[in-house]
């Protein structure tokens, strides 16, 4: 009988200890996913509260409260900057900004001239540390390593993942409350909702396949809905080739180039993606890389000059704000009948 209820006290406290693991939180923020409600989409990013203190749980599920409205916030990317900036926010410091990310023009000059600390993937953790912030806003992959280091030296971190569209729409409701700008970003997002669905209530019914390919100074790859140019894509209704493939690594956005796959599937248009000096050089490179290898005119989105270059501003660097310009460069690209000669648009 001793040893029933000694059996019986161990399951109990396992079961007790299972669900108090299952249910840990932070200021209301369990550790399942966030759920946009309205889209039945995971947010990147959650903010539990209307007022001050706010529980805020990052893409990284870490968990922080903030008390009170931060006064000195450094934020290390160049993608959450232009978001933060937008709804009225200020940065002490900021890694390298790129040339190639659109900057809101009314703010360009004031980022341009903030410290720097570094580049975007390798941030002087000395130089963030001497601005003594109050709250820490990181890139994850990039900054993940440093994010994590600034963490446990007791700094308020959130790390962002700014990918795709529904990425911008939860990042804008987090750094709203986190501002205390709420009824601007719910504008800004409703803004944006309208002008994507501007979009997309004009497509025609019958939908094109695309190979999305990503091109660095070492390497070609292609990449998969869960990039920038895949997320497009997807609201485009366009079929991307390597939608079902797996990526090079777990969370990749890449899949590992495989030129008889693509000539195999043979798609309308051939998108290119890149990171590399510029843009031109990006084209340079991607056409050099077509003339070398006769493989390629087996597709025929190549073979009769159906290849749009993408610019980095765009799908390289997150537009954030811009995002539906983004939207509107792949449309006009491949549906130019419908939206407009893509000439006719963009620079202007």
Not at 110 to 131: H, N, R, T
Request: net charge neutral; hydrophobic share 35%; charged share 25%.
């Amino acid at each position: 009988m001793k040893k029933v209820l000694s059996l019986v006290l161990v399951v109990l406290l396992l079961t007790s200890f299972t669900a108090c693991a299952k249910t840990s939180n932070v200021g209301g923020l369990s550790n399942s996913k966030s759920v946009d409600k309205a889209t039945d989409k995971e947010l990147s990013i959650d903010v539990k509260g209307e007022t001050y203190p706010l529980a805020i749980r990052d893409y990284l599920k870490n968990h922080i409260v903030l008390d009170k409205k931060p006064e000195k916030v450094a934020v290390l990317s160049g993608t959450p900057l232009n978001i933060w900036y937008d709804l009225g926010g200020k940065s002490v410091c900021t890694s390298d900004v790129s040339e190639n990310i659109k900057l809101i023009p009314e703010y360009k000059e004031e980022i341009m001239k903030l410290p720097k600390v570094g580049a975007v993937y390798s941030v002087d953790m000395e130089a963030i540390i001497a601005e003594k912030p109050d709250l820490i806003i990181a890139q994850v992959g990039t900054q993940s390593t440093q994010a994590k280091k600034l963490k446990d030296m007791g700094f308020k971190v959130i790390t962002t993942h700014i990918r795709g569209f529904d990425d911008v729409i939860s990042t804008y409701k987090a750094f709203g409350k986190i501002l205390d700008n709420t009824k601007e970003a719910e504008r800004k997002i409703e803004e944006l909702k309208n002008e994507k669905e501007a979009f997309v209530s004009k497509l025609p019914s019958e939908s094109k396949s695309v190979v999305i390919l990503y091109v660095t100074s070492k390497s070609l790859a292609v990449k998969l809905d869960n990039s920038i140019a895949g997320d497009v894509a997807k609201i485009l209704k366009l079929k991307n080739i390597a939608s079902d493939l797996p990526a090079d690594t777990i969370g990749s956005e890449t899949t590992p180039l495989d030129i008889e796959y693509i000539v195999g599937k043979n798609p309308d248009y051939v998108l290119v993606t890149s990171m590399i000096s510029s843009n031109e050089e990006a084209k340079k490179s991607m056409e050099n890389h077509f003339k070398s290898n006769p493989v390629w005119k087996g597709v025929k989105g190549i073979s009769e000059g159906r290849v749009v270059y993408l610019p980095q501003e765009y799908f390289l660097y997150n537009a954030g704000p811009y995002y539906n310009e983004a939207i509107e460069y792949m449309a006009r690209s491949v549906y130019p009948e419908v939206y407009g000669e893509l000439t006719e648009w963009y620079g202007k």
